[in-house]
């Protein structure tokens, strides 16, 4: 098979795709079908296209039809690059404005290199081989889930998995039993571990929070022991992913060990944070006798980590002066708590101030429209201030009210209605950092449009 550069446009998508249930004769029935019930796949596709180009690893293949080169492997790259030229071809309007979004942001490729088969019948084999798994070792062997976080080294789940694995050896490596268990986890239950350790309410139980290349400690390691131990056992015998799945599931299982939990009145006021331990091979001099434990150091200024730790207090940064008097007053009070000394409230006013100030610019602007819920409220004012989500200093504030993450509105209403939630004093500052920008421009906002 050879290999040619062919103009997108040119490129017609096939018609017979086997990812359609059903034939699909022209292109805008092809892009409808691929957009499907998920077209957020096919945008992340379209964007990360525009921003990195086409795949040079692995190439579409083409074969002639009718007088055509028709794309028989490849479709939903082609497609991606059919929308970025064309985004007039998605019917759904939000879709459609997504695509030309990111088509205007970056240069896209308007010819993309094929292999040219010359027949469907040839090229069945090696399409097989793309998308029907490892075949025996013939085809595509996929990672591990470690092996894939190796590569990455992001801060995915997994990660920050294997990264708690790692710090609990170093806090009790005398601990045999335990350092047996984290073993087991590590071959058989890593995902389960990464499910449970990527629950807000998990972490903020165990005391233990994720930044950077460390761990947030809000507890002694010895006061950590026990809770530690348990998760680790019962992870390494019997506690298996269906029975931690759901939110409610992992409540239940807090609820369960809540003996072994640490004392909320063992509580540190300032979380430690704990760098990423040096490899097996470092230096004697920099490793711990067995006699002696390891314990997180405090924070130095050679080796702070890249969290928000500029507020101290709520919104100390925050100044809006086309707000009501009394919303103005909520804000000022607001900003007088530390967030060091007084989380809880810190984490109530917090959710309390952004309740507010959106609710009344949506009140006052005439922003009718999907304001039952907070995370409603903070969508529509964000699509006003920045109506085409081109200004990345709200990106953070995006992505927490609109999803379900670790920071999300769902938090917020569960410091002020979960009575059994203990805000932690790094997630209050990171909330503050992250939606003093909205506020900023919200504020701007309301200035330059008075009514």
Known sequence: MEQKDFAVADLKLDGNNPRHAVPTPTTREAIAALL????????????????????????????????????????????????????????????????AIAARRHTYPRSVRCVVAESREAARHWITLRHTGENGGVGIQSWTTEQKTRFAEKRTPTEKALRF??????????????????????????????RMVSDPKV???????????GILAEYEPEAMHNSVRRLFSDLATHLSVSQ????DQRREYLGIIKDDLPL???????????????PADSSPESAPTNNQPVLPAPPSTSKQPSRPQQDKRVF?????????????????????????????????????????SVSEAAEIQGWRRRQDKLRDRIGVALRHIDPENADKQLDEARRMSQNDGALS???????????????????ITTLSVVYTPMLLKLDKYLGDNPK
């Not at 499907?36 to 379209?46: S, Y």
């Not at 086309?322 to 959710?351: F, G």
């Open 264 to 278: 909320n009145s063992q509580r540190l006021t300032q979380p430690r944070f704990t760098t990423k331990q040096p």
């Open 409 to 427: 509105v769902k938090n917020l209403h569960s410091f002020m209605h979960q009575w059994d939630v203990h805000p932690m004093i790094v997630d």
């Open 316 to 356: 100390q940064n925050v100044v809006m002066r086309h707000i009501s008097p009394r919303t103005a007053k909520v804000l000022n009070e607001a900003k007088k708590i530390v967030i060091a000394q007084s989380p809880n409230v810190a984490a109530i006013m917090i959710r309390a101030v952004i309740d507010i």
């Open 203 to 213: 972490r903020n139980s165990l005391g233990i929070d994720f930044q950077d290349d």
């Open 36 to 99: 499907g019930k998920d077209p957020e796949k096919l945008l992340r596709l379209a964007q990360d296209i525009s921003q990195k180009g086409i795949n040079p690893t692995e190439f579409p293949i083409v074969v002639h039809e009718d007088g055509h080169p028709v794309v028989i492997e490849g479709n939903r790259r082609i497609a991606a690059l059919k929308t970025l030229a064309d985004p007039s071809l998605v019917d759904d309007m939000n879709v459609r404005k997504s695509f």
């Open 165 to 194: 694995m790692q710090q609990v050896s170093e806090w009790y490596r005398d601990d045999e039993k335990l350092l047996t268990n984290i073993e087991i986890v590590r071959s058989t239950r890593l995902t389960t571990l990464a």
């Open 244 to 247: 931690v799945k759901s939110k």
